[in-house]
């Protein structure tokens, strides 16, 4: 898994990291199926986006290409980062 790490214009330093679910019903992670392909990962201490689907090359874009991505991606909220009790 390829990470980056930048800090924003505010300073807020954003881990960014590619995902790639396993969509295996007898496995403890199971998506929704626009994310089966995969996500592009934006997590800071405060924060957490979610960029839908995973762009080429993502690892060698330049800073200011991942702030775009970043600002394009949605706002992921605490809870749906829990998994189901079981």
């Known amino acids: 898994m ?17 995902v790639h679910p396993s969509t295996v019903r007898h496995t403890t992670l199971q998506v929704r199926e626009e994310l089966a392909s995969g996500w592009l990962c934006f997590q800071s201490d405060a924060a957490k986006r979610r960029l839908v689907g995973i762009p080429d090359r993502w690892e060698q874009m330049d800073d200011n290409a991942l702030m775009s991505l970043m600002t394009a991606a949605a706002l992921v909220s605490a809870k749906a980062n829990k998994l189901p009790p079981s």
């Open 2 to 18: 390829p990470l980056r790490e930048l800090r924003d214009e505010t300073g807020v330093l954003w881990t960014i990291y590619d």
